[in-house]
């Protein structure tokens, strides 16, 4: 049995971007197992933007503390079990932290399905975080009729690159939004979009206003800041604005930009929306039944970006917000 863990842990609070100085890597001894624990190789280790929110002492997510473990999600094989419905060998995905093992409760983790799709599928595309969130924020909350003009910023990341994808499925005209011209050839060429705007070197309201002269129906937001303001000037009549995220304010939380064109709403008749993934858990199963059909058929695209090594966690989280990443952004913890 593997008898040390490394893992990440949260060495000073993060002002403004959160550098790799803000996390030490510590290698632990494993104690015994105690009775009904569970304890886990890591495989792959998720990279949120959300994890950012957490290192703040206060929020509205989990907090993380000074010296603790970052939380984070993962996808690993059980190595050893005192708990009855886990087995050695078993593949599990769940609250596992940046680390290399895990030593867990029954409730932390869940069994997931290995010979459907590759382990880190299950954070990626079958990911709570990740296709979950995409599919429940495109079919429980922005509902796209066909033929409607659907945008996306964020886009050639996790979330963004499958909302798009099952937004184009439901028959919507499809833009994205991301950083550079190697990704918005991406959203064109990989992922089908009909549209793609390079917010870094374009005028994101200009390019809206030719390529969706009539308005957005949709704007799903993973971003906000000047983004959504530009999505704010170009919004159809009874449009819904999604609020997924907004990456571009974590960094100072403190700080946070709010929209200065939210009159738009009421030019427009508009609404804007926030959700969260876990506010709809009975629409898990049906996501994840969903996703799987569409990883199985190939017909849906989901690219992974993989660093490997638990030390380089910290550089991840740096190369995200600096948006290095296309698709899904994990850590390969060993
Ligand atoms: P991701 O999209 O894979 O990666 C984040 C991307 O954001 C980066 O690759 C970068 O791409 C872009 N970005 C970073 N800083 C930016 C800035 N200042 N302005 C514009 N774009 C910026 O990350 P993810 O984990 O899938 O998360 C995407 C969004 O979904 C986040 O807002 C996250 O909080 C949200 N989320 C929400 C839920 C929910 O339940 N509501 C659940 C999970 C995630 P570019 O190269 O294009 O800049």
Not at 108 to 133: M, N, R, Y
Not at 200 to 226: C, H, M, Q, T, W
Not at 291 to 301: A, H
Request: aromatic share 6%; glycine share 12%; net charge negative.
């Amino acid at each position: 049995m593997t008898a040390t863990n490394t893992r990440v842990v949260l060495a000073r609070r993060p002002v403004g971007e959160a550098t790799p100085d803000c996390f030490s890597v510590e290698t632990e001894e494993l104690a015994e197992l105690e009775p009904d624990q569970i304890r886990v190789a890591v495989h792959y280790i998720s990279v949120d933007a959300g994890t950012r929110t957490m290192l703040r002492g206060e929020g509205f997510h989990q907090q993380v503390g000074l010296g603790q473990t970052i939380l984070a999600g993962g996808v690993g094989v059980v190595l050893a079990s005192n708990h009855d419905a886990f087995q050695v060998g078993d593949a599990v995905r769940g609250g596992l932290g940046a680390q290399t093992v895990a030593t867990v409760g029954p409730k932390d983790i869940a069994k997931v399905d290995d010979s459907t799709a590759p382990l880190s599928a299950h954070l990626g595309i079958l990911g709570h975080s990740t296709g979950v969130t995409s599919w429940i924020g495109v079919r429980c909350v922005a509902k796209p009729q066909p033929g409607e003009v659907f945008v996306v910023s964020a886009a050639a990341g996790a979330v963004g690159s499958i909302a798009g994808q099952i937004a184009k499925r439901d028959g919507a005209q499809v833009i994205g939004i991301a950083g550079g011209p190697t990704k918005a050839a991406y959203l064109i060429d990989t992922l089908g979009f009909d549209g793609a705007i390079d917010y870094k070197n374009e005028d994101v309201s200009e390019r809206l206003k030719e390529l969706a002269p009539n308005g957005l129906d949709i704007f799903y937001d993973n971003v906000g800041g000047p983004i959504l303001d530009a999505a704010l000037e170009n919004l159809a009549l009874h449009a819904r604005v999604i609020i997924c995220g907004a990456i571009s304010q974590y960094d100072d939380m403190d700080n946070v930009t709010g929209p200065s064109l939210y009159l738009s709403l009421a030019k427009s008749q508009a609404v804007m929306e926030g959700f969260a993934y876990f506010h709809f858990p009975e629409m898990i199963k049906p996501a994840l039944a969903e996703l799987t059909q569409w990883v199985e058929d190939g017909s849906i695209v989901m690219s992974e970006e993989i660093l490997e090594g638990i030390e380089r966690y910290p550089e991840a989280l740096q190369f995200m917000f600096n948006g290095g990443n296309t698709g899904k952004l994990m850590v390969k913890a060993a």
